[in-house]
């Protein structure tokens, strides 16, 4: 019986010491890849980063007026939606400023234009398409 509890406890305490191991940095906590629809369009998911945007905004701003989940590709978002401006949309319309500088837009809805800017979004394995750094 003794034994038996000794390696339950053991397992756990192994079970953490890997998640705390793959916690890489702190550009990472927060990281979310939505890829509910990208890679059947020809595209990479999307890495979305929070710390980018939490320096700028609340999460209410995002998680009660823009309407994002709290939960990893809940939220279904389209091209479609972006372009009408919801969700990413709402800020990365290619009009939106942040303190006088225009937000790089979102999806344009078809991959016929699909370029570097796009990659600036769906960026899983592109790390070469970020500007920001953390
Ligand atoms: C610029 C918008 C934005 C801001 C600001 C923001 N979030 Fe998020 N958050 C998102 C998006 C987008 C997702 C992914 C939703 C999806 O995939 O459907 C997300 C997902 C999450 C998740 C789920 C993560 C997972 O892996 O399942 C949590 C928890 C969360 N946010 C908490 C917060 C908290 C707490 C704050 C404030 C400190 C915050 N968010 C600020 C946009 C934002
Ligand atoms: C509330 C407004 C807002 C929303 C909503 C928002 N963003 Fe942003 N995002 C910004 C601003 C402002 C910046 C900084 C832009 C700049 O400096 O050019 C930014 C920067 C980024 C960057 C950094 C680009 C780089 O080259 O470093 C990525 C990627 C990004 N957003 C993706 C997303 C995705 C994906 C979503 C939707 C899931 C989203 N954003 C929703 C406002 C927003
Ligand atoms: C600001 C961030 C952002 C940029 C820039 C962006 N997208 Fe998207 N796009 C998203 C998000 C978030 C999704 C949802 C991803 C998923 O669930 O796989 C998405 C999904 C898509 C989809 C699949 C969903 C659907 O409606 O069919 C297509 C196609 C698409 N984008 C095209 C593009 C093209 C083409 C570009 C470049 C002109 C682009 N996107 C640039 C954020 C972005």
């Given at each position: 019986?003794n034994?038996?509890?000794?390696?339950?406890?053991?397992?756990?305490?192994?079970?953490?010491?890997?998640?705390?191991?793959?916690?890489?940095?702190?550009?990472?906590?927060?990281k979310?890849?939505?890829?509910?629809?990208?890679?059947?369009?020809?595209l990479?998911?999307?890495?979305?980063?929070?710390?980018?945007?939490?320096?700028?905004?609340?999460?209410?701003?995002?998680?009660?007026?823009?309407?994002?989940?709290?939960?990893?590709?809940?939220?279904?978002i389209?091209?479609?939606?972006?372009?009408?401006?919801?969700?990413?949309?709402?800020?990365?319309?290619?009009k939106?400023?942040?303190?006088?500088?225009?937000?790089?837009?979102?999806?344009?809805?078809?991959?016929?234009?699909?370029?570097?800017?796009?990659?600036?979004?769906?960026?899983?394995?592109?790390?070469?398409?970020?500007?920001?750094?953390?």
């Amino acid at each position: 019986m003794n034994k038996i509890f000794l390696l339950l406890i053991l397992c756990l305490v192994s079970v953490g010491e890997s998640r705390a191991a793959s916690i890489a940095a702190p550009q990472d906590y927060g990281k979310v890849i939505i890829a509910n629809y990208s890679e059947r369009a020809g595209l990479a998911p999307v890495v979305f980063n929070h710390w980018v945007h939490r320096a700028r905004y609340t999460c209410r701003l995002c998680h009660v007026d823009i309407g994002f989940a709290m939960a990893k590709g809940a939220t279904s978002i389209t091209a479609a939606a972006n372009k009408k401006g919801l969700y990413c949309g709402a800020c990365h319309n290619g009009k939106r400023a942040y303190k006088g500088k225009i937000i790089f837009a979102s999806c344009s809805g078809t991959t016929s234009h699909k370029n570097a800017a796009c990659e600036r979004c769906h960026s899983l394995k592109k790390s070469s398409a970020r500007e920001r750094e953390f």
